[in-house]
């Protein structure tokens, strides 16, 4: 079994997450990648697009999840992501990374990081 890795870098969306009832009032940009590891064999050989993963249908499932729900932890935003991708799309494994740009703590960051794996 051969597999292979779809990658979805750096999706931008505004959502309204955090731990403050301010950040999920104003809400603020995230960032996300989603990485998809699944046996696409069958669409290999076939050079088949509809055996393969649909990566605008993960984008779709992504920002459904970032724009319409709320979440208290980024960690639990991005596991719900990857449990739906890896249910939806028949992975192997999945892994979401979502990065938070504006943190709100006294000091000099460039973003807070959160990364979780589902595996099948």
Same mark, same amino acid.
């Given at each position: 079994?051969? !597999?292979y890795k %779809?990658?979805?870098? &750096? %999706? ?9 009832? &301010? ?10 990648d +989603?990485e998809i590891?699944?046996?696409?064999s069958?669409a +290999?050989?076939?050079d088949?697009? !509809? !055996?393969?993963? &649909?990566?605008?249908?993960?984008? !779709? ?6 724009? &319409? ?8 935003m991005?596991?719900k %992501?990857?449990? #739906?991708?890896?249910?939806?799309f028949? /992975?192997?494994?999945?892994? +979401?990374? %979502?990065?938070?740009?504006? +943190?709100p703590i /006294?000091?000099?960051? #460039?973003h807070?990081?959160?990364e979780v794996?589902?595996t099948?």
């Open positions: 079994m051969a !597999k %779809i990658a979805l870098e &750096n %999706i931008r969306l505004y959502g309204y997450h955090g731990a403050t009832e &301010n950040e999920r009032e104003l809400g603020q940009r995230f960032e996300i +989603v590891t699944a046996d696409l069958e +290999v050989k076939a088949d697009m !509809k !055996k393969t993963v &649909n990566y605008e249908a993960v984008f !779709k499932l992504v920002e459904s999840e970032v724009v &319409n729900e709320r979440y208290h932890l980024l960690e639990a991005a596991d %992501i990857a449990r #739906d991708v890896l249910k939806e028949g /992975a192997l494994e999945v892994l +979401v990374r %979502i990065r938070k740009p504006s +943190v /006294a000091g000099a960051i #460039d807070v990081e959160v794996v589902q099948a």
